[in-house]
Nanobody, 123 residues
Framework: VQLQASGGGLVQTGASLRLSCVAS????????MGWFRQAPGKEREFVAA????????YYADSVKGRFTISRESARNTVYLQMNTLKPEDTAVYYC?????????????????WGQGTQVTVSS
């Protein structure tokens, strides 16, 4: 599975961005998708996850109520709508694919990773 993430950029505090992640294939190889982020000097952290089948979602507490993950199965695409962005949201955002049928939060459960897209929120 190859993943292509896009949509990052430089925005001001309070702005919105929508990230996209297109998967090259899904059937049999991917049952769920997740977004993670990594700021300089920090470990990669979970942001949000969604299952392809039922659209079940799960969010990190730090983004709950501000970010929305969604999927467009016909296009093998997952989105991350980010609203009310804060400087602490600045990071490289990665999408990832998992064979698990649950909304996984641990990096270890994800099998394939995209290249990352930079999100910078200025104060």
């Amino acid at each position: 599975v190859q993943l292509q993430a896009s949509g990052g950029g430089l925005v001001q505090t309070g702005a919105s961005l929508r990230l996209s992640c297109v998967a090259s294939e899904r059937t049999g190889s991917s049952y769920g998708m997740g977004w993670f982020r990594q700021a300089p000097g920090k470990e990669r952290e979970f942001v949000a996850a969604i299952t392809w089948a039922g659209g079940n979602t799960y969010y990190a507490d730090s983004v709950k109520g501000r970010f929305t993950i969604s999927r467009e199965s016909a296009r093998n695409t997952v989105y991350l709508q980010m609203n009310t962005l804060k400087p602490e949201d600045t990071a490289v955002y990665y999408c990832a694919s998992t064979r698990s049928m649950r909304t996984e939060v641990a990096v270890a459960y994800y099998d394939y990773w995209g290249q990352g897209t930079q999100v910078t929120v200025s104060s």
